[in-house]
């Protein structure tokens, strides 16, 4: 037996405190414990994401990119691309590593071309969302929330670009609720559909 072929690959696989309470609420569906752990693991990464993908919008918007003329569109694009791809990075390492440290068949760099591609197409559709949804969601809750606004501020008559504000809230919200999901199951059953 030679030196190389007693070297065996080391498969990294991280352990931190949340593996605990996502294993211990995981062993009460059974049989579908092991996709219920990668499912609330695969949460926390996106949400961990969301994170970086924000704070890295904001510094960069506070420092090297400020959203300001000239070329102030421009700027918006650069930063909040940056921000998507930091976000992208991140959740690929964790999701290789954590919730999906079996996962190994295929080389890294297709395993990431393809959850870039997933992660791409999510984002996609929930800006076509956004953009398509946030006025008349706006209008609506608008109506449905001023009687509870006007409790706490009497006389307040919403603005147009509160209007907007809310519908763009609340469309991001059920947008990024959709994009976890399609994300988990893509990702799920085709860049890692090597693990049992």
Known sequence: MTQSDSIK???IAMRNPLDVPIEAISRRF???SKEVERFLKF???GALGAV???GTLFALQATLLPPVDPNKSLKVVIAS????VAAVCSNFIWNRYWTYPDSRSRPIRRQLTQFAFI???GWFGRTIWISASYIWLGA???DLLLPEIQLLRPGYVPSES???KIGSMAAWFVGVIIVLLWNFFANRYWTYNDVD
């Open 140 to 142: 609506l809750l608008s």
């Open 30 to 32: 059974g049989e579908r």
């Open 52 to 54: 970086i993908d924000a």
């Open 9 to 11: 690959v080391r498969r």
């Open 43 to 45: 949460a926390f990464v």
């Open 81 to 84: 691309t940056i921000a998507f």
């Open 162 to 164: 509160a209007e907007a």
């Open 119 to 121: 992660s791409f197409v």
